[in-house]
């Protein structure tokens, strides 16, 4: 158990100490909570449990607004993730631009797959297939419009190379009684 | 590193044990009513995520649709009898009605966060009364503050009458209090200075053209909502404001083919997506309703689409007075009217709408046209506050209408109705006192008192207002704040110290000097009433900490339980009504708890549409009581009026229902008033009326935008309750989403003003109009607006007033004629009407009955709105010297100015032209109901809140244009 507080513009240039990619990618097995974000730790503690970083995409082949979908930390779609190069800069983005982003594909009303459904023109996951809500990509996975009860909850992504790990995940998915 | 450890804990869910307390009880929310369901247990424990370690019986993770996923918003920690407790609060995932499998909004989803825990930020609650001395509030015990308030009541009650005794209270937040209120009010100090929280007055009905036409406003079921074959909406996106209904019923209905027809000027998500699904969208220009509904009316009739069976049987082949001004003589009357009429002519629709011919015509088509085999498609009418809201009576009768003619009203998917605001939750105590009430407008009955003007007239001396917060849910309301503020805090005479007798006699003083005692009750410091302004501040008791009943849009009665603790010496409003009536002297208060309210309400309101009085005489045959009968029934409750038919308790589905089959009643109170299964008129048929433009015309030409001006209407989001006093201002996943006010902008209209998203935007106007005066004995308030003097108001001295007052020459059974008094414009032929009815048709004799004749039998009126009711039987020279055009030559009307604040939001969205904020947030600069005019409705005296227009200009840059953390400017209609 560690933990550690982050000023919201500092985590927004991804310069926090905690979270810095030395921090994340040293620190033992252990989860993060960070807990006084302003903003948006008031509505979700901003929790990370940390994992052996995950491969899951190349700097190289990732395209604007084309998204690719990976499982993490287990091989089933209750594990499943979308990652996006936003084309513009989002909160806990990676890469030279900030932009790059990976949230899960639960829908936090009611598990709906939300897989497939990243529109690029507005950076949103969704409609949901079940109740058609929204997700900014840009802010955290904020609803936008529709019925979630929490925020989606948004991978950390670390970048070493050419390489975009995942190295945790910041708040619960849906279906999960505890942090995956 | 922080020095805030977080409990570990909190990095996983608290899954409720197994075996620990469960209570039902639905949403506090929105008007759908959602069964929930609270699971608690003591702090320390911890269930386990196996089937045998939790009280779901659930292995997590648990797939989709499971109804056992708990997110943190679902979780609290509250006191019972002083001790933590864990609380997780869940929709019920077993439910068959409502909320169908455990589906939820954002709002009732997160509403384990409403409930009082003082390391939250629910930790301002209203725990003890306090007094205002010198201006600030501070701690007195409830004696002294019931001592006070019956001392000064006592006071202004024998000096300046019943009438100087005022409330405004919440219409709907629980019939145990509502009933204890409205039985003070009406039955203990008998006042007619008495309205609810969402307009002036509070009699009659919202819809009143709907009501005219005989159709129950609530008398649809949410499974209505999925039979139809086309289901037209007007003034409301029920995806926004009644989440389930679309969710669960809407939905799942479109995606088997149920076409949906909207008529708003936003393009909302649900509107977006029944477009996707080959529905049709009408983007309307505001408060121009009853025009697309005519010439959509007009399109049917001619071209022989009316279901003519239907009208054969149910529609009343005459009227029940000559040259009235809205009920036809018949659907022949009606055909006549409507093809001949000029505001129903598609040229003036198109104009005046923004909606194009063929659209229009696509609309009318989809609903009514026979299908190739000559069957017809079921069509079903809903509507909700951008219809009833912006044009009240003519609105809601043209909406009526066109259902009619389409066959909708009385059966299954057939169906006229409201969606719905907030839950139903009044359970009147007592009649209103009409008789009490000063105005009687011409040829027209009663009207009850605008308290708005009366408080601004000065003829209030003590107001009790509960659970408003008043005046930034009123329009043009600046005038109200300014008035009310120098009647009360800023008045002279002011308490200096913390002493009963000190503070009795000051206020004595006050209210001797032109000034108001204001008492509030509620459960949060609300701004600016009880912060800045209130005498006396009441701390309530709410949901989730007493026993307490209401119905839903579908007249579904539940229990909403009582599981926590209220915080400090919070009590529930029954109680402290009870309290005080005690103390005044008042008999029937004598209450235990709240159940006693409950079963007392059932037999004064027998015959209303939510009648539960069945379910009582049931509970004491059986010996139990009738709160726990319903408890029994969990979040499945049952829909009234509940019925007891041969030896069982039944719901009743649908009102009107002509494929209703009831069985023997087995209680002494039998429930089989007519309109169970027929409409409700005296003949069981429905009304057709005419809906005139006259009446509200002038007002709609002189609101709508100038050069330059937006359309500013207003309205609900889904993520957002009323005032935001729980969610955007309590709830920080809420209040990330929605930090401030916003208003939502055209592209093309935002980039001629410069205004990017995040942009903060000054909205003002400074020609508001507003209605004022009319409660002096001036000649002209008693011949325009037929005002007699009340015995009780204090700056009256004459002896027998009503003699003096009352010409008559000019007073019949139905009221005073119109003829030869005020301005003569009243008398002349009226070129108005004519346009309206130019066929001359034959006299006939009056019904003896006078007015109303259409009207059911008093029995089944609701006692706020007896005789109040009904404008069957006017006569368009009783209707005229209360429109805009002619107030504002009597000098009733001012202009005033207003403005607000919000953080733009730039999206097509919203038609050009038009901007949408929300209704009522009092934490914002500014209300934006104030840019509402002040001019009621002239048959309904309803207010008109989605009407205004202002300028809008950038202010500046708001914090959260470049914020990632906090509102998100994205596109809601994403679908």
Same mark, same amino acid.
């Given at each position: ?180 | ?11 996983? =869910? ?15 929310? !929105?008007?759908?009513? !959602? ?79 409403? !409930? ?32 006070? %308030?019956?001392?000064? @009541? ?15 209270? &919440?219409?709907? /937040? ?12 009406? /039955?203990?100090? /008998? ?26 406003? &609530? ?26 209904? &679309? ?49 959509? +009316? ?32 018949? &659907? ?73 003619? !389409? ?66 849910? %009123? ?36 209210? *001797?000097?032109?000034? %108001?005692?204001?008492?509030?009750? *509620?459960?949060?410091? =609300? ?42 010496? @919070? ?119 005419? +809906? ?59 980039? =001629? ?37 009340? /015995? ?94 002619? %107030? ?88």
């Amino acid at each position: 158990m560690d933990e550690c507080n982050l000023d919201k513009n500092e985590h927004l240039n991804n310069s926090a100490p905690c979270v810095s990619r030395r921090n994340f990618l040293l620190a033992g097995a252990s989860t993060f909570v960070l807990s006084t974000m302003p903003g948006m730790a008031h509505a979700f503690k901003l929790i990370v449990k940390e994992h052996s970083p995950l491969r899951v995409a190349s700097l190289s082949q990732l395209t604007e607004g084309n998204p690719v979908e990976f499982m993490f930390p287990l091989d089933n779609p209750m594990s499943s993730f979308t990652l996006v190069k936003l084309g513009e800069r989002g909160a806990g983005g990676v890469g030279k631009d900030q932009d790059i982003v990976a949230f899960s594909n639960l829908c936090t009303h009611m598990g709906g797959p939300l897989n497939g459904s990243y529109k690029a023109k507005h950076k949103v996951l969704g409609p949901c297939p079940l109740h058609l809500t929204t997700f900014d990509l840009t802010r955290h996975g904020m609803v936008v419009s529709g019925h979630a009860t929490q925020t989606l909850p948004q991978a950390r992504l670390e970048i070493m190379g050419d390489d975009v790990y995942i190295t945790g995940v910041m708040g619960l998915i849906y279906g999960q009684a505890g942090l995956i | 590193m922080s020095n805030k450890m977080v409990n570990k804990s909190e990095t996983e =869910v608290l899954l409720p044990p197994k075996n620990v307390e469960v209570f039902t009880t639905a949403c506090d929310y !929105c008007i759908t009513g !959602c069964g929930y369901k609270v699971y608690r247990w003591p702090v320390g424990e911890s269930g386990k995520p196996t089937p045998e370690g939790n009280a779901f019986n659930a292995l997590y993770p648990v797939g989709p649709l499971s109804g056992q996923w708990i997110s943190e918003n679902q979780h609290n920690v509250v006191d019972v009898d002083g001790k933590k407790h864990n609380v997780v609060i869940v929709a019920d995932k077993d439910t068959k009605v409502v909320n169908v499998g455990g589906d939820h909004s954002i709002r009732g989803g997160t509403i384990a966060k409403k !409930c009082y825990n003082p390391d939250s930020p629910t930790k301002d609650r209203l725990k003890y009364p306090q007094v205002r001395i010198n201006g600030k509030l501070e701690r007195i015990s409830w004696d002294d503050a019931i001592d006070i %308030m019956a001392e000064i @009541s006592n006071y202004t009650i024998e000096k300046y009458g019943v009438s100087s005794w005022a409330m405004k209270m &919440f219409s709907y /937040q629980y019939w145990e209090n509502t009933h204890a209120l409205t039985k003070l009010a009406f /039955q203990g100090v /008998q006042t007619p200075a008495w309205a609810v929280h969402d307009q002036p007055t509070g009699h009659g009905p919202d819809t009143p053209g709907m009501s005219d036409a005989g159709i129950d406003n &609530f008398s649809a079921c949410y499974e209505d909502w999925s039979l139809a074959d086309v289901l037209f909406i007007a003034g409301t996106d029920p995806f926004e404001s009644k989440t389930i209904i &679309f969710n669960e019923w809407i939905l799942p209905a479109m995606r088997r083919g149920m076409k949906v027809i909207t008529v708003m000027p936003r393009k909302t998500a649900g509107v977006a997506y029944a477009e996707k699904l080959g529905g049709l969208y009408l983007e309307i220009n505001p408060g121009t309703d009853t025009l697309l509904l005519n010439a959509m +009316a007009r399109i049917i009739v001619e071209n022989g689409w009316e279901d003519s069976e239907f009208v054969n049987k149910w529609i009343n082949n005459r009227a029940e007075l000559d040259q009235e001004v809205f009920q036809a003589d018949g &659907f022949d009357d009606y055909k006549r009217w409507v093809t001949t009429y000029k505001y129903a002519e598609l040229d003036i629709a198109v104009e005046k709408t923004g909606i194009s011919a063929e659209d229009i015509y696509k609309a009318a088509e989809m609903l009514a046209r026979p299908n190739e085999d000559g069957s017809r498609k079921k069509a079903s009418f809903g509507f909700e506050k951008g219809l009833y809201w912006s044009n009240n009576y003519a609105n809601t009768a043209a909406i009526t209408a066109l259902g009619l003619i !389409c066959g909708a009203g009385n059966r299954p998917g057939q169906v006229i109705s409201r969606f719905g605001g907030h839950q139903r939750g009044m359970m009147p105590g007592g009649h209103y006192p009409e008789h009490l009430a000063p105005e009687k407008f011409p040829g027209w009955k009663k009207q009850g008192i605008d308290l708005d003007r009366w408080v601004e007239e000065g003829k209030a001396k003590f107001v009790w207002v509960v659970g408003t917060t008043w005046i930034q849910a %009123m329009t043009a309301s600046k005038r109200l704040k300014d008035k009310i503020h120098n009647l009360t805090s800023g008045h002279t005479y002011q308490p200096s110290k913390l002493d009963k007798d000190h503070i009795i006699e000051t206020f004595k003083q006050r209210m *001797d000097n032109d000034g %108001m005692v204001m008492v509030d009750q *509620d459960i949060y410091p =609300v701004k600016p009433i009880n912060t800045e302004l209130a005498d006396i501040v009441l701390p309530a008791s709410g949901w989730g900490e007493e026993d307490l009943t209401r119905a839903n849009g579908e007249r579904r009665i539940r229990l909403y339980s009582k599981f926590n603790d209220s915080p400090g010496e @919070s009590l529930p409003d029954w109680k402290i009504a009870a309290m005080f009536a005690k103390r005044m002297g008042y008999s029937g208060f004598d209450w235990k708890d709240s159940n006693e309210v409950f079963e007392d309400a059932a037999f004064y309101n027998k015959n209303r549409r939510t009648s539960y009085v069945a379910l009582v005489e049931y509970a004491r045959k059986h010996g139990r009581r009738a709160h726990e009968l319903l408890r029994d029934m969990g979040t499945t409750g049952i829909q009234a009026p509940v019925r007891w038919e041969d030896g069982k308790l039944v719901g009743t589905k649908r009102l009107h229902d002509s494929t209703l089959r009831t069985g023997t009643p087995t209680g002494l109170t039998a429930i089989n008033p007519s309109w169970l299964r027929k409409f409700k008129t005296k003949t069981g048929r429905a009304n057709l009326l005419k +809906a005139n433009w006259e009446m509200f015309g002038d007002y709609w030409e002189f609101m709508k935008p100038r050069e330059n001006e937006l359309w500013v209407t207003t309205g609900r989001i889904n993520e957002l309750w009323q005032s935001g006093f729980d969610d955007q201002m309590r709830r920080p996943y809420i209040k990330e989403r929605w930090p401030d006010n916003w208003l939502e902008i055209h592209p093309e209209d935002a980039k =001629v003003r410069g205004i990017e998203s995040g942009d903060r935007v000054l909205i003002s106007n400074d020609r508001i109009p507003i209605e004022i005066g009319g409660y002096s004995k001036s000649e002209q308030d008693r011949k325009v607006r037929g005002v007699v003097p009340l /015995q009780a108001n204090a700056d009256i001295d004459e002896v027998d007033l009503l003699a003096q007052v009352v010409d008559h020459q000019h007073v019949t059974t139905d009221g005073i004629r119109a003829s030869g008094m005020g301005n003569p414009d009243i008398i002349e032929s009226d070129e108005l009407l004519m346009t309206m009815d130019p066929v001359e048709r034959p006299l006939r004799n009056k019904p003896t009955d006078s007015n109303n004749a259409s009207i059911p039998d008093d029995p089944d009126a609701d006692p706020i709105m007896k005789h109040l009711e009904s404008a069957i039987g006017m006569k368009w020279e009783d209707v005229k010297p209360m429109t805009f055009g002619e %107030m504002q030559k009597n000098g009733y009307i001012e202009l005033e100015s207003a403005s607000f604040e919000a953080v733009a939001i730039v999206t097509d969205a919203v038609k050009k032209g038009v901007s949408f904020t929300y209704f009522n947030l009092p934490s914002s600069v500014g209300a934006t109901n104030s840019l509402a005019g002040r001019v009621l409705d002239p048959v309904s005296q309803r207010p008109r809140y989605k009407l205004a227009r202002g300028e809008v200009k950038k202010i500046g840059e708001s914090e959260y244009k470049h914020s990632l953390a906090q509102m998100s400017f994205k596109s809601r209609n994403i679908v």
